[in-house]
């Protein structure tokens, strides 16, 4: 977010698991989960978006977001900050740690006028870390997906994906292992 301005730089409306892998480690703090899954994505340049990040005020110098809902169209049920560092590990993954930090929301008094405001302020109370890894040759693949018309299949397949033998599979378990055993070590 640039200062002074709010814009909507992608509205998601569903995500859909594909598919999902835990690996729980009873004697580790520290767990993981692969997961492929598809996005919805629509038109931020539509109503009733374009009507809500109309009624979008960030003040820099306290820390503050107001908003409205939109009546009808769209009410928010949560507002989160994100904080995302990318860094790259060795090729060809890229891991991204995102802090995200649950602001609170206080409705402001109305003066009787009939639209809602609604402040959203930082607490630090809840806070949480992700952390994600990312196999960058398949960054291109999936960016194709964006391109696509309507009904058209992606011209991948599971097998590139994965690789012959599951070789780019195995890679990407052998990295996450390895990670989960740095922060086991940086933590105990």
């Known amino acids: 977010?640039?200062?002074?301005?709010v814009q909507l730089d992608k509205v998601v409306t569903r995500n859909n698991p594909v598919t999902e892998i835990n690996w729980i480690s009873l004697d580790r703090i520290f767990d993981f989960q692969m997961s492929l899954k598809t996005q919805e994505v629509v038109r931020s340049d539509v109503k009733p978006y374009t009507t809500f990040i109309k009624r979008v005020?960030?003040?820099?110098t306290s820390n503050t977001l107001t908003y409205e809902d939109v009546p009808d169209?769209?009410?928010v049920q949560d507002v989160l900050h994100k904080h995302t560092t990318r860094h790259r590990l060795h090729y060809p993954f890229i891991i991204e740690i995102t802090r995200t930090q649950r602001l609170t929301r206080t409705p402001q008094?109305?003066?009787g006028i009939t639209s809602q405001k609604i402040m959203c302020a930082y607490t630090g109370l809840d806070m949480w870390y992700d952390v994600e890894v990312f196999y960058s040759p398949h960054?291109?693949?999936?960016?194709l997906n964006r391109k696509l018309a309507?009904?058209?299949l992606a011209p991948w397949t599971?097998?590139?994906i994965l690789g012959e033998n599951d070789s780019q599979l195995i890679e990407y378990v052998r990295?996450?292992?390895?990670?989960?055993?740095?922060?086991q070590s940086v933590v105990s």
């Open 150 to 152: 309507v009904g058209k």
């Open 57 to 60: 005020a960030a003040t820099l």
């Open 158 to 160: 599971v097998e590139t």
């Open 139 to 143: 960054k291109a693949e999936f960016e």
């Open 1 to 5: 977010m640039t200062q002074g301005v």
């Open 73 to 75: 169209f769209l009410k």
């Open 175 to 183: 990295c996450l292992l390895l990670l989960t055993e740095k922060y």
């Open 109 to 111: 008094p109305t003066m």
